[in-house]
């Protein structure tokens, strides 16, 4: 077996691992799939009522941003799982078998990829129930739920990089609300971001939040002519813009997470 098939198959071996994990703990899933059906019934039935969007449903115009917030949630997952087993010590034990170190980060990435999908499908279907629909063919939905599953994997790496960083549940906890809040609500996730004060309008427009929500609204087709868009480059050219970050967070936060990773278990 030669250098690259090893870690895949290693990583596909603690991927199976880590999909029976969850089934015996159901509420790692459960959570990950509750907050965002609050955050639906919560922004739908609450601030749907008194936030009015042009020429569409708000409900049509949440779900995008809404997906794409379950993809932060399920991601954060990865890097409170990677802190949780370092304390337990288990990398010490993978440490000691003749498996490719990178092996432990692409099982747990394809892992939580699997409770994404998961996450996802229960999301699209609480969505067909409140009144979400889709007005594009087939493909086009397709490319859409593909696009958010490559973010979260991509994702999901960034979280593995931060959790090794800071290598306790608590401090990954504190760190991912803190930064995750801002990314959701400082977009165009929830509202209309061009009735934003400008400085938080500038955020908004280059937020890779806009941009994967922009793109999902386009593929779903829940956008309308009488929706103002942002003339900021990323909301312009959503999906491509979506893919080039998907890209870069790959390119940047594979390899740096495999060097914390080497370094966690080498100390």
């Known amino acids: 077996m030669n250098a690259l098939t090893t870690p895949v198959a290693d990583g596909f071996t603690i991927a199976r691992r ?18 965002p059906i609050v955050f639906v019934l919560m922004f739908a039935y609450v601030f749907g009522s008194v936030i009015d969007v042009p020429g569409m449903s708000y409900k049509e115009f949440l779900l995008p941003g809404i997906f794409v917030q379950a993809v932060i949630m399920g991601g954060q997952s990865t890097g409170y799982t990677l802190t949780l087993d370092l304390q337990k ?33 229960v999301m699209a279907l609480m969505g067909l129930l409140v009144g979400w629909r889709v007005h594009t063919p087939a493909y086009k939905v397709a490319l859409g739920f593909g696009l958010l599953l490559l973010f979260a994997y991509a994702f999901s790496w960034v979280t ?15 760190i991912a609300t803190m930064v995750s809040f801002p990314l959701m609500f400082i977009s165009n996730a929830f509202i209309d971001s061009s009735k934003l004060p400008t400085p938080l309008r500038v955020v908004a427009d280059w937020n890779p939040v806009s941009t994967f929500t922009q793109a999902i609204r386009e593929l779903f087709g829940n956008t309308d002519a009488a929706l103002k868009t942002s003339s900021a480059w990323p909301i312009e050219h959503a999906i491509l813009a979506s893919t080039l970050w998907i890209a870069a967070i790959l390119l940047i936060f594979v390899p740096l997470a495999t060097r914390l990773y080497k370094r966690a278990v080498s100390t």
């Open 160 to 174: 593995a990089a931060v959790a090794l960083s800071l290598r306790t549940p608590e401090s990954f906890n504190n």
């Open 18 to 35: 880590n999909a029976l994990k969850i089934r015996r703990s159901p509420d790692l899933l459960g959570a990950t799939i509750m907050f």
């Open 89 to 121: 010590g288990i990398f010490d034990r993978f440490r000691s078998l003749p498996m490719a170190r990178s092996a432990v980060l692409i099982g747990q990435t394809v892992g939580d990829l699997l409770m994404n999908l998961c996450s996802l499908t």
